[in-house]
């Protein structure tokens, strides 16, 4: 791989949203001890994309200061060859993975299977390890009835699959147009999200599911769901319910684990799991996927490809 005094990669230039971005030219990285370059062949775009640009992060020991690499997820190629996909895990301190190479911990990096496009790799870190954490967190088991809320979204699309996978029935809360998309990712039982939800998971399973997964902050309504003495597990930490009937909720939080992120890989090459990519799009129509990312209602993840 030749040595190039510069890169492209997508900036942050103010915290205005989308308008605060900027294509331009970034120094080439440089590895320290313990890091390596990949090449990045894709990067997709999440929600949490969307809270970098208005400076979500900044209360949360974000870095305030400019130009910002945007980008968590990525797949691509070391310099010795090597196929590997990865999250970086503090892109709020300024660098992120969209770019054409960046500089990582070795040891965030899993290894991408020959039969598992770039696109696909890079749709997979951030929500198919979160969803792995809320079924660890909840310690879901056969015969365990799940409620996943947003079981069409990518977290909970994938949270529905690997719960499926274990032996548990899968109740799906979704809006009204997207349970046919929640069938096609393992659920079992649709209800609608709204004022009815709990009614129609207590038809399903009247003492109340054993565990639900909340991958969208529905909060209190979904807790509602859960039978005394369930389990709780949240990927949205501002709002979380009180503890109540012997349920103590919980939130995780995603962090780099190359080994699960090698397993989740594996189940997608072996037809385990779908990792779905809605649309993908070249580094300089980055603007493009911030929008349509933006804009909702996406059954997959946007992809840029330096």
């Excluded at 090449?39 to 969307?50: F, H, I, T």
């Excluded at 979160?130 to 699309?157: H, N, P, R, S, W």
């Amino acid at each position: 791989m030749p040595d190039f005094p510069s890169v492209r990669a997508v900036v942050l230039n103010s915290f205005t949203g989308i308008d605060g971005l900027e294509l331009t030219e970034v120094s080439d990285p440089t590895p320290s001890d313990g890091e390596e370059v990949v090449q990045v062949r894709a990067a997709s775009l999440g929600p949490w994309d969307l809270s970098s640009v208005d400076g979500a992060f900044v209360a949360m020991g974000g870095s305030g200061e400019f130009p910002q690499v945007q980008g968590w997820d990525f797949a691509g190629e070391t310099r010795d060859g090597r196929r590997v996909l990865g999250f970086v895990p503090q892109p709020w301190m300024g660098v992120g993975s969209f770019a054409e190479r960046i500089a990582v911990a070795s040891a965030i990096l899993a290894t991408l299977p020959e039969t598992l496009g770039f696109e696909q790799g890079s749709a997979l870190p951030v929500c198919g390890l979160t969803a792995g954490l809320l079924l660890e967190a909840a310690a879901v088991k056969e015969g365990d009835f799940v409620l996943v809320t947003g079981a069409a979204g990518m977290v909970g699309g994938f949270a529905s699959q690997l719960a499926r996978s274990r032996g548990a029935h899968v109740v799906a809360a979704v809006r009204q147009d997207d349970g046919d998309e929640a069938r096609r990712l393992g659920a079992q039982t649709i209800v609608t999200t709204g004022p009815d939800m709990e009614a129609e998971v207590r038809r399903t399973r009247q003492r109340g599911v054993e565990v639900c997964l909340d991958t969208v902050g529905l909060g209190e309504g979904a807790l509602a769901c859960v039978r005394d003495g369930g389990a709780f597990v949240t990927t949205v930490p501002w709002g979380m319910p009180d503890a109540a009937r012997g349920i103590s909720p919980e939130a995780v939080q995603v962090q780099p684990d190359a080994v699960a992120a090698a397993e989740l890989a594996a189940g997608v090459t072996a037809g385990e799991l779908t990792v779905r990519v809605a649309e993908t799009l070249p580094l300089d129509r980055f603007r493009e996927g911030y929008s349509r990312l933006k804009s909702g209602g996406l059954r997959g993840k946007i992809v840029l490809t330096p």
